[in-house]
């Protein structure tokens, strides 16, 4: 039984409005069920880890959410940041966390908004990475590529460890040119970075001492006053000088070039749940292609000679179309999106309007 | 000072889900301005009768609104028709009523839900078809053509009567094909029929006797009882014995085959505002060809990297749109609908299909 945390951020402005600053990706039920995709994630975690190892870190603005939702889940493994300080502040403080109950611990670290559509192929996947971190290793789990993404980054692996599935990460790659993206899916020797993680706590530890040092004082002070009277203090005083970077970019790609990451290739049809037009990809779609995400199912939808939509009727009213293709329709009490699934990236572009509106209401 | 009946009826299902049958097209403000179609109709009247010469003839359902809109119209002037009995009725009732009060009068029928560009030269074309009717004519005001439409009928004109305006009209022709539409179109000889008459009340009333006695008698007998104690009960009781028939087919096609209709080619920019794209067409629209219908001006559209839309945001909420084009977005409280321009007549099938389903609260 590893431990495990999951960064619960960002607010996925591109499946906007329904995904909101307030009530972000992770809280909503994109996972053609009625779980969340928080709790699909935890769900999912049922064969490697308990309740008890198991690690929230959020925003302040999420904590009630995500208690309510994780009813299994101790109240004190909801850590909760008391800013955003992006992701190498929250998992290390996990980290950190876990090293004072458990110094030989091996934790994963794992996002709370991502769909998997083979939970059982990833538990394996995760175990390949696990015997990785065993052995001292900073490990990622890898995802094959299926298609040139340019939405995504990529590792740079090396040759295959013994014959396994684990190879070395040489480099990790920022997200490419779709020209770039072409010859990396061509030529094998490149994975996705899904930000999935496994290591021995000591170890990213260490490395975190040596890449980021005031970072890993600042981590290191606050688990020493975890679960004493001064928590809220020291956190309070510490977390505001954490430096804001993200876990890749502070640790792993100076570890990846110390040759200490490597890296299982996954194949369990993981979707990172970007945008709706991916949302539309992944979920069950009628004879007509159309994929409807209904709050309820009160909710009326007619779609008259219309195909490959993704209609999200979350405000309760009858949602009529006619000769549309291929269009995202988003229904919310106070806000209404239609966009092209070709476009579905540029939602983002409403909410940066909306931003400089000021409507802060609205995002 | 001719007399002027008013049919207001028809739900306009093209324009679901603004227009319903409880909220029909002709009391909506599909103009540009505040003003519904109704009342800009009977406004552009001003030049031509009185309000105690403007009679409204509607349906029971949509009185009290119809009252409320035009409150410069005496009370009496509302004629409610206790059920739907299609145009000849309506027309014919109010003809007769006003040829109690005056049998020599010249009545024009208008109707309720059409949009003109052109005010002062639609009363100029009137008042030519007025001197017509006095000579005893059917007459019919003409829609010069501008496109091979096929959603509208057409009347087949003779040559030009004296080099006046005037002409006969040979034929009434049902809504061609598009084929036929083009051949009407480049003949020169077709105007669209906009079912717009001038007649003398006695001219009309003698071809419904010829051609409809049970029609003539029914409103005959209605008349006589108007304005005593007896009207309702006779309305009551005549009313639903009468023949459900347009006033083209009943009347106007038969007159002209006897030689008895002309027409005086109009050219005002006349709309029959019949769907959301024809709407898009007539009111005007901003640099990018987006045409915004709202109800107030909190109402907030967003419309991103969008052209050529029609957007009636009336549910008070924001409308944002990315990368489309040449798209129908109507929201309202209940119901949201989204069809392309070029599809804009289907519009009719949603309202079918809802019908079918017993959803008698949407339509």
Redesign the interface.
């Known amino acids: 039984m590893i431990y495990v945390v999951i960064p619960a951020g960002g607010s996925g402005t591109r499946l906007w ?1 329904l995904s909101r600053a307030g009530h972000p990706k992770f809280l909503h039920p994109f996972t053609g069920t009625s779980a969340s995709l928080l709790q699909a994630t935890v769900e999912r975690l049922g064969p490697l880890t308990t309740p008890e190892r198991t690690m929230v870190v959020t925003g302040a603005a999420h904590a009630a959410a995500v208690a309510r939702q994780l009813t299994g889940l101790p109240e004190e493994n909801i850590l909760v940041e008391p800013s955003p300080r992006d992701s190498c502040a929250a998992i290390a403080l996990a980290a950190a966390v876990i090293a004072v109950r458990d110094p030989d611990a091996v934790m994963g670290s794992f996002a709370a908004d991502h769909l998997i559509g083979d939970p059982q192929r990833w538990v394996d996947t995760v175990r390949e990475a696990v015997r990785g971190a065993e052995q001292g290793l900073l490990m990622t789990v890898g995802i094959t590529p299926t298609r040139p993404e340019t939405g995504y980054g990529y590792l740079r692996t090396g040759e295959p460890v013994d014959g396994g599935p684990m190879r070395p990460v040489l480099e990790f790659k920022e997200k490419p040119s779709a020209e770039v993206a072409d010859t990396y899916l061509r030529s094998g020797h490149y994975l996705w970075n899904a930000g999935m993680f496994v290591w021995r706590v000591s170890a990213f530890l260490a490395e975190l001492a040596r890449q980021q040092p005031d970072l890993h004082a600042g981590v290191t002070t606050i688990a020493a006053a975890w679960h004493s009277d001064e928590q809220d203090d020291v956190l309070g005083a510490v977390w505001p000088t954490l430096t804001k970077i993200s876990v890749d970019y502070a640790v792993m790609e100076g570890a990846a070039a110390a040759g200490r990451v490597a890296t299982v290739p996954g194949d369990f049809r993981w979707n990172d749940v970007g945008d709706f037009h991916t949302l539309g990809e992944v979920l069950s779609a009628d004879p007509d292609g159309n994929v409807v995400l209904a709050s309820d199912a009160k909710t ?1 939808v ?1 779609l ?2 219309s195909s490959g939509m993704v209609v999200a009727p979350q405000a309760g ?8 293709r291929d ?1 995202i ?1 988003v ?10 699934r ?2 579905a990236q ?2 983002k ?2 909410v940066d ?2 931003k400089r509106r000021g ?1 802060e209401k ?1 995002v």
């Open positions: 409005p009326e007619l008259h000679d009213r009858l949602v009529a179309a006619v000769g549309v269009l329709v229904d919310t009490e106070d806000a209404l999106l239609v966009c092209p070709d476009r540029d939602v572009s409403i309007e909306l409507a609205l």
